[in-house]
C-alpha cells in the first residue's frame, strides 16, 4: 500500500512563509500526480496546486502567484512552498497521490497563520 506522509505545519504571522513536504512511499512516484488539498473549519476540503507526471504544475485561483509546487523524484517527496500567507490559508493541508495503484491521502498537516 501507498503511504503518504506531510510535514512542515506549524503557526505562521501574516505575510509570512511555510514550506510543506509530502512523502509517497510504495508508489511509482514519477508517474504519479501529486496534489495538495486543504480543509478549513466549517468548509469543505478544497484543491490547491497538483503536479503532473511531466512536471507541469496546476493552482487553484486563491493561491494562484503565491504557492509553488514541486517535487523531487529521487526522494518520492513533493513541496508547496507558500508565501505571503494571510490567515484565510489557516486549515489542514493534504497531501494525495493518484497513480496506478489508486488515489492515496495523508493525514494532513496543520498550518495556522495569525498575529
Known amino acids: 500500500q501507498v503511504q503518504v506522509v506531510e510535514s512542515g505545519g506549524g503557526l505562521v504571522q501574516p505575510g509570512g512563509s511555510l514550506r510543506l513536504s509530502c512523502t509517497a512511499s510504495g508508489s511509482i512516484f514519477s508517474s504519479s500526480v501529486m496534489a495538495w488539498y486543504r480543509q478549513a473549519p466549517g468548509k469543505e476540503r478544497e484543491w490547491i496546486a497538483k503536479?503532473?507526471?511531466?512536471?507541469?504544475?496546476d493552482y487553484a485561483d486563491s493561491v494562484e502567484g503565491r504557492f509553488t509546487i514541486s517535487r523531487n523524484i529521487r526522494r518520492n517527496t513533493v513541496y508547496l512552498q507558500m508565501n505571503n500567507l494571510n490567515p484565510d490559508d489557516t486549515a489542514v493541508y493534504l497531501c494525495a497521490s493518484s497513480g496506478s495503484r489508486g488515489m492515496f491521502w495523508g493525514q494532513g498537516t496543520q498550518v495556522t497563520v495569525s498575529s
Open positions: 503536479i503532473y507526471p511531466n512536471g507541469s504544475p
